[in-house]
Nanobody, 121 residues
C-alpha cells in the first residue's frame, strides 16, 4: 500500500501565501506523476497542478501565475500558493499516479486524505 500525507494547510487572509507538502510512502513503484487537486462542498474535484517523472510541469489556468508545483524527489511534492483569494478555499488533495508492482505494468492512483485551506477576506 501507498500512503500520501499532506501538510501545510490552514487559515490565512486573502493575499497571503501557503505552501502545501505531500509525501508518499510505502510500496511505491514507478511514480509517473504527482498532482494536486482541490474540492469544495457540492463540487467535483478540480485539477490544480501536476509534475511528471520526466519533470514536466502543468498548472491549471485558473491558478496559473499564483500557484506553482515543485518536487524534492519522486515521492515529495509541494504546492506553493501565493496571492490567495477567498475562492481558493477548499480541501486540497495530493494524488500519486504509480504502479501496483515492480514490473510497472498496472497503473493505480493513490490519494491523500486532503487538507483544508481556508482564505478569509
Amino acid at each position: 500500500q501507498v500512503q500520501l500525507v499532506e501538510s501545510g494547510g490552514g487559515l490565512v487572509q486573502a493575499g497571503d501565501s501557503l505552501r502545501l507538502s505531500c509525501v508518499a510512502s510505502g510500496r511505491i513503484f514507478c511514480i509517473s506523476a504527482m498532482s494536486w487537486f482541490r474540492q469544495v462542498p457540492g463540487n467535483g474535484r478540480e485539477f490544480i497542478a501536476t509534475v511528471t517523472s520526466s519533470n514536466t510541469y502543468y498548472v491549471a489556468d485558473s491558478v496559473k501565475g499564483r500557484f506553482s508545483i515543485a518536487k524534492d524527489n519522486a515521492a515529495t511534492v509541494h504546492l506553493q500558493m501565493n496571492s490567495l483569494k477567498r475562492e481558493d478555499t477548499a480541501v486540497y488533495y495530493c494524488k500519486a499516479a504509480t504502479q501496483t508492482n515492480y514490473l510497472c505494468d498496472e497503473a493505480v492512483d493513490y490519494w491523500g486524505q486532503g487538507i483544508q485551506v481556508t482564505v478569509s477576506s
